[in-house]
């Protein structure tokens, strides 16, 4: 896109915050910047932790992250 803006695609939307904190922290290590939106959605829903909080990444970053996102899914105890 022109301006420098890039477009951006949904990872993953969950409301596990340990989850979201991991990959974030895993991503990051890599080399990608997530950006989480709906994060201020707790005060609308007086922090229950009901609206799950998605986590994007540029297109460029995409197929990187999925990698990623299935290897801490993958490390997750269930």
Same mark, same amino acid.
């Given at each position: ?5 890039q477009?951006? +695609? &949904?990872? /993953? ?18 080399? /990608? ?7 201020h959605?707790? !005060?609308?829903?007086? %922090? !229950?932790? /009901? ?7 540029t297109?460029?970053?995409?197929? %990187?992250?999925? +990698?990623? !996102? ?5 490390? &997750?105890?269930?």
């Amino acid at each position: 896109m022109s301006g420098g803006m890039q477009r951006v +695609k &949904e990872l /993953i939307r969950t409301n596990d915050t340990v989850f979201i904190s991991f990959l974030t922290h895993r991503l990051r290590e890599e080399g /990608i910047e997530p950006f989480e939106m709906d994060s201020h959605m707790s !005060l609308v829903e007086g %922090s !229950l932790g /009901i609206l799950p909080k998605r986590i994007m990444v540029t297109d460029d970053d995409y197929e %990187s992250a999925r +990698k990623i !996102l299935d290897e801490a899914r993958g490390s &997750e105890i269930r």
